[in-house]
């Protein structure tokens, strides 16, 4: 069973930029969420897809986006990039029959 | 609304000594409680979750959580710390609506002395 692997593993943007982050969910899995760790804070959730649609958003402006593709892999878009945006990016997966969720390593966002 | 309070950021124990990292949650709803654990430049591990069955959780790696309704509170401990334990713990609680997303705290600094 393979779980959650992310990719890049850091990344190093400027301000403005455009970046793209991508997730493959653990087998079996169809949900996958988004988090946003700040250093030295907790995760906090950006949004999650299940098949294929947003399935609930956090407080996160509109240039947080995302896809879901049909094998429940998903990519998380951030348009104009700010500084406050370096952080790591965690994936994490679920399905309706294990409650909980199964993280990746994540992404290590440097936006200079 | 949902949130979790760790109390203390940074906890150091002695190796071999009980560890207690105390989680306290608010939620309108009866809550679903985890722990994960963070090393260094990694994801988050879960170490243990209560969805509703037995107040005393085992999870792993010989921790074990206390969910107490009376005093809103769901404390991880170890009887006994190893140096590899030594990471970063969150507390976690779930909406248990829509998306089921997680509401983290701020985490706590675990340091094992040897």
């Known amino acids: 069973e393979t779980g959650v692997t992310q990719s890049p593993t850091h990344l190093i943007k400027t301000r403005g930029q455009q970046v793209t982050l991508r997730c493959s969910s653990q087998s079996g899995h169809n949900t996958v969420s988004w988090y946003q760790q700040a250093l030295g804070q907790g995760p906090q959730f950006i949004f999650q897809?299940?098949?294929?649609?947003?399935?609930g958003r956090g407080n996160f402006p509109p240039r947080f986006s995302g896809l879901q593709f049909p094998n429940y892999s998903s990519e998380l878009n951030v348009n104009a990039l700010e500084l406050d945006d370096s952080a790591l990016y965690l994936c994490?997966?679920?399905?309706?029959?294990?409650?909980?969720?199964?993280f990746g390593s994540g992404t290590r966002l440097t936006v200079v | 609304a949902q949130s979790v309070t760790q109390l203390g950021s940074h906890v150091s124990v002695s190796e071999g000594a009980l560890v207690l990292l105390r989680c306290n949650y608010s939620s309108s709803v009866p809550p679903y409680l985890f722990w994960y654990v963070q090393y260094p430049n990694q994801g988050l591990q879960l170490l243990l979750k209560?969805?509703?069955?037995?107040?005393l959780v085992k999870g792993i790696n010989g921790f074990e959580a206390e969910f107490k309704k009376s005093e809103t509170s769901f404390h991880l401990t170890k009887p006994s710390a190893h140096m590899s334990d030594a990471a970063e713990y969150f507390c976690?609680?779930?909406?248990?609506?829509?998306?089921?997303?997680?509401?983290f705290g701020t985490g706590t600094r675990l340091t094992v002395i040897p």
């Open positions: 209560y969805t509703s069955a037995a107040t």
């Open positions: 994490a997966s679920s399905s309706p029959s294990y409650y909980g969720y199964t």
């Open positions: 897809y299940y098949r294929e649609e947003e399935n």
């Open positions: 976690a609680v779930s909406d248990k609506t829509g998306a089921n997303n997680l509401f």
